[in-house]
Structures are given as structure tokens and as C-alpha cells.
């Protein structure tokens, strides 16, 4: 024991102490109170068991009296601990004892400056990677942007490392008027890099404008600068408009539009500070209910708002990556100090698009950078868990939150991840009270100062030893280079059982029952099939899809009898489907406009499900308008009607094509004025109004999402204004040269055919109590003809593109929307897009250049 200690220990050992213990039987042994432990044996158990609890992971202590004294120890990890000790004074010591030890202030006496772990050396780098390492690895980082030592001395921002990652135009001069303008000298700075468009997400604090309007045009010109060549860039504020203008009352507040004009600031408020930890304190409360009353328990788990804090978390996270991503913007991310939920937000934002920072090594370096380096207060927000009764000062559990979010996407994306759930209890409990220093001190300055690097041991070094590793590794992970798109909606968001409930028997129990679940899984593949086939065909959907043999049907089929049998799903059309089609499955003659025929098909083959494709297209309707009107809107209403009499699942797609010029065009919500000036989008807006005026008036069970461009390579251009993007892939890989009947800076949303296809499955499948609406937009990515041709170019440099703009489908295009927003879709049901342009672009010309082989066809090879 060291002598330091000495007098906070007033008994060290007790001797028949009773000791219980989450998911233990109660067992009798021996106390003992370190300087830094309390250390429990039992005697009565012939391998001499021990409990060895580090003092600084005690939240609270509660001691009762009676015939004997009693101990409640609450610890930051949710165990809960009761110690029986015989006598009153015995008891009272160690009860002094663990509140003092487990509350020492000074940072040199705690227990990490004395642990001595005998596989492991202070030699080695502290830490996973320094900055100058990251930045060197980052490859087209240097071209744009530099290393700065500006904070060399800590003497720019305390709460920053020495060096950080700036434009490379700014010199360190200005960084330093820029830091007084920003709270805490946190001015904005590089964390993340995209490498498929070079666009950046940085982070800083508020701007320190006051009620007076304070310039600083340094930071003006610092983000002018962050945006390059791009047209805007977007400030994700992670507080609410109110509290952004309320902080300008106390000298804060957030960027001008009049000032930072090429910024475009978006507000998603999140709460933090106080409110956060009685949310968890809330919830853990919620946890500990032993009622068994689930109605209490559903009602204390939803007052909590633990949950809405994760689910704004990763849907403001979605937000950041998705203007990076897929509208290719730059991103600045901050609240207030920028310190805590601009951290969360970016990390999150990474995770998703980022490939690399989802191994465990990835995992781990991205949280050295971004909360360890990047200055989160850890001793201040970790000072106290749930339990304690001390008065709430700077507690916060954000870096609880970071790993509740990251779980949840660990859970959508079980093979998307590198790294276990335990990784994730490990750190949860390693913030909180540790055998090492890295969460120990709440900056670098701090750090430094007191000898952190050079006295204690990295936990994250220690995480990738050879005999952890294996431990904290998802054996399921396989690597993919597409960004994973967490579905927000609450019914997508679920509870963190394995920590928050990870000490109660029902938790032990379920456990238990997943692994005997998984192994029965694995063991009886062959009955799981035998079942399936013998579930009676008229409890899966039976679908008609007209119009089946146009550039969707044909796919969507495929999609739907894999999932619920090849007979229950019938394509129709009112022409001759090719062999393999006519092979694949069902296939009907049917002509939308012959009521009593489609009406006998529907009964005779007791159709729930109608997907109803069959209509002209924008140009073809255009230069056909009788024909358009009678197809589109006289089919319709056969469908409409049929569906109400049947009690059918109605599906009717609409169109980027419903939208006209007085639309709102970037981007364009879902209830907006619509005024399209196509027979085509004429009649979709006259559906989608018919659908719910059914639905409200009658009850008819329809959907409909209004797709933007899509693009197919197993179908030919079908006379769509958006088909170019289809056509200039087969002339790239036959002549070389594409005709574009659009100008080349129009720019049209677009979506990959499988993304179409799965949203509309998902879309059918989701219960009505989820939706709504009745009509949503779906979005993936939005680009030009110039655009998509320099991606093609990445693969076929020489290909030529010419323009020739037809006046027709130039007229259309110019009408319609830049972008969609799908926030509604996403929101509701969880729709999330798996193609981007660089995924589109390789798959269109790998496909294509399948085709034509396979065909016999040239390839052009320049």
C-alpha cells in the first residue's frame, strides 16, 4: 500500500464479509481496500475467486445499518454491488474509504501513473498516429492543404494539438486572428478528407460575433478557402436557431449569410451539457426498474429521450455525409465550444462514408484524432456516471452517445464493421475509470504538462496487442468501399442492451438465447428452407405488375419472386417478352385500358399486390399526347378502381417529371407547388392526388414514390428525358462518342435501377401505422452530363462528348428539380441509397461491357 494513500485507510482488511453481486449467488470471503482497488476473496470457494474493482470506477456509495453494515457500491459501469460487513465501525471505514479514494482530484494519484502491465513498454509512440502521419497517409490532402505548427505551444488554442491541417493558402498568421474570433481559439480545421471528390468536413467552435455583429474577415477569407472551386459549402450548426441567436447575448453566435455569402447554414439541435446526463441518468433508472411492468418500463425508456438523442445524432451525421457524399459540398461542423457534438457528428459522419475507419485499427486511430487529440474533456465529462449524488457540473455523457450511435450502426451493418461489440463495452467502461491514460486528462496541453505519454500507458496500443485483438475483431466483417446509410426511423433504433442492461438476468437470458438461436441457425439450414417451402403461398403477397417489360418491371419481378416465390409474382404487358423473360416466371397479356380483362386477372389469381408501371414516357408523351392522355390517365383510373374493389396494395410510381418550373427546385420536399407542363407529369400529379383522395375518402391502401432518373444497363433508353445517362454508357463503349441532347451543366437527381428496385420493395413491405405520407420523393445522387462523362473518363479517357440540346427535352429538363429531398422517406420508413456516381459509373460500364461481349459487339478500347 503507498504511503500517500495511507491516511484515507482507516481498516484495510475485514474479514466474513458477505458480498453480492449481479448474475453471482451471494458468496463470503475477505475485503480489502487499496489505494486504488477494492479487493474482495472468497474463501468458501475452493479456486479462491476474486473480485478486483478499481476504486475510480465507484459512482456512489450507500451504507445502510443493522445487524450488520451494509454497502451499496453503484459503479460507472451500471454494476451494482452490496458488501455485508459485520460491525458498524468497520463498515463506516470502508465506507469513508471508497468515497475518498474514488474521488481523488489530483490526476498523478490516480491509479494509471502506478499500473505496470508486464507485456507492454512506455518506449513505444504513445498513441496510434501523430497528425504529420495521418496527413502523409491521406493521399491528394498536400495539394490543397498543409500542416500547420501555429500551436506549437499550446499558446493559440489550449484545447487543440500542436498541429492541425489548414488551407494551404492560409498562413499562421491569420490562423491566429481567426483563433481570437472563435470560442476558445478553436478556429476551423481539417478532420476528415474525401478522397472520391476531395471534399472536406472541418470542424471548429462558434464565431464570436456578439449582439454587436463582429467581422473577422480573416475567418472569412480561412472558409472562402475551405471551398475551393465548389460552388457553396454547408455550416451544420448542432444547435437550434434560438440557441445560436441567444448566444450572440453573451458574445457567441454563428456565421452571417451577408458575411460567409457562398455558406449555406443548415441547424440540427442537439442536446448536450446537463440535459444529456439526466437523460442518462433517466434511462439508467429506467433500466434498474424492477417492476415488471412493461408499460412503466416502455413509458420511463421513451421520457428518457436517450434514444432521440441517438437518433438525432446519426440523422445529423446522414446530413454531413450526405453533402459530402452525394451533393459533393465541403462541411463545417460546430455548436458552441466545439468540443463535444461537433465531435460526435463528425466521427459519425466518417464512419459512414470512410471504408477505412471502420477496421478496428481505422476505428481506433479515428477516435484518437478526433476525441483524444481534438481536445473532448474527458475527466470533466466522465467525472460522474448515473449513480453519483454529487451536484452535476460538467458531466456529459457525449462519448457514451458516440458509442450508442456507433452500436447501432453495428447492428444494421453486421459485416460493414471490423470490430466487435465488445470493443464498444470496453471503451464505454475504459472512459470512465481505467488502467491507462489515455482518457485521463482533457486536452493535449493537459497531457503534456503532466507527463501523460511519458508515465502512463495508451489503451489503444494495448487494444491491438496480439492477445486482445482477437477478442475485439468482427470475424463477420468484409470490407466495402460504399458508404452505409443508417436508417434513423425509431423503429430502426433500439435500446444498447449489452450495456445498459448487461448486469440484469433477462439480459444474461436473451443472450443465451441468441447463441442458441445462431447455433440452431447454422445446424439447420436445410429445415429452415423445407419450412419456407411448405408456408402456404397465400400468405406471401401475390403481385401483378403491369407494364412489366419496360426498364423496371422486368427487374423488380426478379427481386420480388426471390423473395416470395416465382409463381406469386405475374409480369404483364401488352407485347412479346423476350425468351428468358417469357422463361422466368408468370407472364400475362394485359392491356390496362381492358377493365374487364384486367379485372378477371386480379380475381383469378387472387392478386394483393398491383405495381403499376405501365405508362408513356416524358418525350414520348409529348410528341403522342392523345395516346399519353388515354394510357396514363384512363389505365389509372381502371387501376384505382380495381384496386379499391379488390382491397389491393396499390403501387403507382410518379416521377421527377410531376414537378414544373414554379417548383422549388434545389432540392424540392415532397408538398410543393407542382404545376408540371408534360402530359407525363400532368398525368403522375393527377395519380399521385387521386391515390390520396382514395386513400383519405376510402381507405385504398396506395403508395407511390416519385422517382428521379434512373439508370439501367440491362435496358435500352425508353425515350426518357434522363435516358442520356443510360445511352452515353453503351456509346462509350461502342463508338466512343456520345450526342447529348442536353446542355452540359443540366443537372437532373439520378438513382442506380437496383437502388430504384429496393426502395420500392422496402417501400411495400413497410407497415402502414409507418407511413406519412402517401407520396414520397426518393433521392441518391444528382449530377450533369459533363459530370458523369469526366467519371466515365476515369475508365475511357478519350471519350467525346458533343451537345446538342434538343429544345423538346431541354424545355422538360429545365422545368424540373435539381435535387430531391427524401428526409420524409428516410425519416418513415428508413430508406437509404447504396450507389453514388463513382459506384454508378463502374457498375454501368462493367455491365455493359459484359453485355457486349457476351453479344459478340466491339468494344471501343481507346
Not at 498513441?127 to 495521418?134: A, K, M
Not at 464505454?428 to 505519454?453: D, H, M, P, V
Amino acid at each position: 500500500m503507498l504511503m500517500e494513500f495511507s491516511e484515507h485507510i482507516k481498516t484495510a482488511n475485514v474479514e466474513d464479509v458477505v458480498l453480492r453481486q449481479p448474475l453471482h449467488p451471494p458468496s463470503r470471503g475477505t475485503l480489502c481496500i487499496t489505494g486504488h482497488h477494492l479487493l474482495f476473496s472468497d474463501r468458501e470457494d475452493q479456486s479462491c475467486s476474486q473480485v478486483l474493482l478499481l476504486l475510480r470506477n465507484i459512482d456512489a456509495v450507500e451504507k445502510r445499518s443493522g445487524s450488520t453494515g451494509t454497502i451499496t457500491i453503484k459503479c460507472k459501469d451500471l454494476r451494482v454491488l452490496q458488501i455485508d460487513i459485520p460491525g458498524m465501525e468497520q463498515c463506516l471505514n470502508i465506507a469513508h474509504s471508497i468515497e475518498t479514494l474514488s474521488n481523488l482530484e489530483s490526476v498523478p494519484e490516480m491509479y494509471p501513473f502506478f499500473y505496470k502491465p508486464s507485456d507492454q513498454s512506455l518506449d513505444r509512440q504513445w498513441g496510434l498516429s501523430t497528425l504529420e502521419q495521418f496527413f502523409q497517409e491521406t493521399k491528394g490532402l498536400a495539394s490543397q492543404w498543409r500542416l500547420s505548427t501555429v500551436n506549437k505551444h499550446y499558446s493559440v488554442c489550449p484545447s487543440y494539438p500542436t498541429s492541425v491541417i489548414v488551407p494551404k493558402c492560409i498562413n499562421d498568421e491569420t490562423l491566429k486572428k481567426v483563433a481570437k474570433f472563435r470560442q476558445g481559439g478553436r478556429f476551423p480545421v481539417l478532420c476528415y478528407y474525401h478522397h472520391k471528390n476531395g471534399m472536406v468536413i472541418m470542424r471548429s467552435s462558434q464565431p464570436l460575433m456578439g449582439a454587436n455583429k463582429k467581422r473577422c474577415a480573416e475567418d472569412e477569407r480561412l472558409l472562402e478557402a475551405v471551398i475551393g472551386n465548389s460552388d457553396k459549402g454547408y455550416i451544420i450548426d448542432t444547435r437550434s436557431i434560438q440557441q445560436s441567436q441567444q448566444a450572440r447575448m453573451t458574445g457567441g453566435g454563428f456565421e452571417s449569410k451577408s458575411c460567409y455569402s457562398s455558406w449555406r447554414r443548415l441547424h440540427r439541435h442537439m442536446e448536450k451539457g446537463k440535459s444529456l446526463q439526466e437523460s442518462l441518468i433517466k434511462l439508467v433508472e429506467a433500466c434498474g426498474d424492477e417492476s415488471h411492468n412493461m408499460d412503466r418500463w416502455l413509458s420511463k425508456l421513451e421520457n428518457s429521450k436517450w434514444l432521440s438523442h441517438v437518433q438525432t445524432a446519426l440523422s445529423t451525421a446522414g446530413l454531413v455525409a450526405e453533402c459530402v457524399e452525394r451533393d459533393g459540398h465541403s462541411v463545417l461542423v460546430h455548436g458552441s465550444e466545439g468540443t463535444d457534438s461537433s465531435l460526435l457528428i463528425s466521427t459519425l459522419a466518417q464512419l459512414i462514408m470512410d471504408p477505412s475507419s471502420r477496421t478496428l485499427d481505422g476505428f481506433l486511430g479515428l477516435l484518437d484524432r478526433e476525441w483524444v487529440q481534438a481536445g473532448h474533456p474527458f475527466r470533466k465529462r466522465c467525472a460522474h456516471s448515473a449513480y453519483s449524488h454529487a451536484r452535476l457540473q460538467q458531466e456529459s455523457p457525449v462519448f457514451l452517445l458516440l458509442l450508442d450511435c456507433v452500436w447501432q450502426l453495428w447492428r444494421q451493418f453486421p459485416l460493414a464493421l471490423g470490430f466487435s461489440e465488445a470493443l464498444l463495452l470496453k471503451l464505454a467502461t475504459e472512459a470512465y475509470s481505467s488502467n491507462y491514460g489515455t482518457f485521463l486528462c482533457n486536452t493535449e496541453q493537459e497531457r503534456y504538462a503532466l507527463g501523460i505519454k511519458q508515465k502512463t500507458y495508451c489503451l489503444f496500443q494495448a487494444l491491438l496487442g496480439p492477445m486482445n485483438r482477437e477478442v475485439y475483431i468482427n470475424p463477420l466483417y468484409e470490407h466495402t468501399d460504399l458508404a452505409i446509410w443508417p436508417s434513423v426511423h425509431p423503429q430502426s433504433l433500439q435500446l444498447w442492451r449489452g450495456f445498459f442492461l448487461r448486469w440484469t438476468p433477462q439480459n444474461q437470458h436473451l443472450e443465451e438465447a441468441q447463441k442458441e438461436i445462431k447455433n440452431m441457425i447454422i445446424e439447420q439450414t436445410s429445415s429452415w428452407n423445407k419450412l419456407e417451402n411448405s408456408v402456404s403461398s397465400q400468405e406471401k403477397p401475390r403481385v401483378l405488375i403491369t407494364g412489366g417489360l419496360g426498364q423496371l418491371g422486368v427487374g423488380l419481378a426478379e427481386i420480388l419472386r426471390k423473395q416470395y416465390g416465382t409463381n406469386n409474382v405475374i409480369l404483364s404487358d401488352v407485347k412479346k417478352p423476350p425468351p428468358h423473360v417469357f422463361r422466368s416466371g408468370p407472364f400475362v397479356y394485359a392491356d390496362v385500358l381492358d377493365y374487364k380483362h384486367l379485372r378477371e386477372l386480379i380475381i383469378n389469381n387472387q392478386i394483393t399486390w398491383l405495381v403499376h408501371y405501365s405508362a408513356l414516357l416524358s418525350a414520348v408523351g409529348e410528341a403522342n399526347v392523345a395516346l399519353a392522355r388515354k394510357i396514363n390517365i384512363t389505365g389509372l383510373h381502371n387501376v384505382l378502381d380495381l384496386a379499391l374493389e379488390n382491397s389491393l396494395r396499390l403501387f403507382v410510381p410518379s416521377t421527377i417529371g410531376a414537378f414544373g418550373p414554379s417548383s422549388p427546385r434545389d432540392p424540392v420536399p415532397d408538398l410543393c407547388v407542382q404545376r408540371p407542363r408534360t402530359i407525363y407529369g400532368v398525368s403522375k400529379v393527377h395519380g399521385e392526388l387521386m391515390g390520396e383522395y382514395l386513400h383519405h375518402k376510402h381507405g385504398l391502401d396506395f403508395r407511390c414514390l416519385r422517382y428521379p432518373g434512373v439508370i439501367s444497363a440491362n435496358t435500352q433508353p425508353g425515350g426518357g428525358t434522363t435516358d442520356y445517362a443510360v445511352q452515353i454508357f453503351h456509346d462509350a463503349l461502342s463508338t466512343g462518342h456520345h450526342e447529348c441532347y442536353l446542355r452540359p451543366d443540366t443537372r437532373l437527381p439520378m438513382m442506380h435501377i437496383s437502388d430504384c428496385h429496393r426502395a420500392t420493395v422496402e417501400f411495400m413491405e413497410a407497415p402502414e401505422c409507418q407511413l406519412s405520407l402517401r407520396t414520397y420523393n426518393i433521392a441518391a445522387m444528382s449530377f450533369t452530363p459533363e459530370e458523369v462523362a469526366q467519371e466515365i473518363r476515369k475508365h475511357l479517357p478519350q471519350l467525346k462528348i458533343t451537345y446538342s440540346p434538343d429544345s423538346v427535352r431541354q424545355t422538360i429538363a429545365d422545368s424540373w428539380p435539381v435535387r430531391f429531398d427524401d428526409s420524409n422517406a428516410r425519416r418513415d420508413w428508413g430508406w437509404a441509397p447504396a450507389f453514388g456516381l463513382e459506384e454508378l459509373v463502374s457498375d454501368m460500364l462493367h455491365t455493359i461491357r459484359n453485355k457486349r461481349t457476351n453479344e459478340g459487339l466491339p468494344i471501343n478500347s481507346l
